[in-house]
């Protein structure tokens, strides 16, 4: 009978300072599938401007794969440390990829008055628009839901606003 091949599983890299993108590149060529998540912003010279991608967490990138490839990480150049929780490494959720790569799609406003019975510290996924997919926490309740979303891994928190009609609530 065959062995059950390990399911991937998403692990936390810490880079050196500023290599994000280089480590990212040699871990692709490596064959591991790596997620990084860029911002852009405006860099500010003393005769210029220009947008630049930066990483939204500093020195941090994901990389999925079987936990018995770890160890292949080690050699890469700008390859840091494997984040670790209770001495093993620490592992990231599908979902919270995944609402990372929602909450880094173009912010597009909507308008709606709908109202729907959800209170401060329910559970809610976003149904529509730019975030759908995103399953969060309500930490306020007006004309638009403010949301928080926890990457519990790293300890990392995002504020977004979701109009009502676009989230509903769900049992976590």
């Known amino acids: 009978m065959k062995e059950k091949a390990e399911e991937p599983k998403w692990y ?12 990212h590149e040699r871990l692709e060529l490596l064959g591991f599938t790596v997620y990084l998540p860029l911002v852009t912003t405006i860099k500010q010279w003393s005769d210029r401007k220009k947008k630049i991608e930066v990483p939204l967490i500093s020195s941090t990138l994901f990389v999925q794969c079987e936990e018995t490839e770890l160890k292949k ?19 990231v959720r599908d979902f919270e990829i995944r609402n990372l790569r929602i909450l880094l799609k173009e912010n597009v406003e909507f308008d709606s008055e709908d109202s729907l019975d959800v209170v401060p ?3 809610v ?4 628009g730019p975030f759908q997919g995103l ?14 979303v926890q990457i519990e891994s790293l300890d990392q928190r995002f504020v977004v ?3 009502k009609s676009f989230v509903k609530k769900i049992n976590a």
Do not use: Q
């Not at 990480?73 to 592992?91: D, E, Q, R, S």
């Not at 996924?125 to 529509?128: C, G, H, Y």
């Open 12 to 23: 936390v890299v810490k880079t050196n300072s500023r290599a994000e993108k280089k480590v």
């Open 73 to 91: 990480l080690f050699n890469v150049l700008g390859f840091y440390y494997l984040l670790n929780f209770l001495g093993k490494p620490a592992i």
């Open 121 to 123: 510290g329910d559970k």
């Open 125 to 128: 996924e976003v149904i529509r």
């Open 135 to 148: 399953i969060a926490t309500s930490i306020e309740v007006n004309r638009t839901h403010k949301l928080i």
């Open 161 to 163: 606003h979701v109009p």
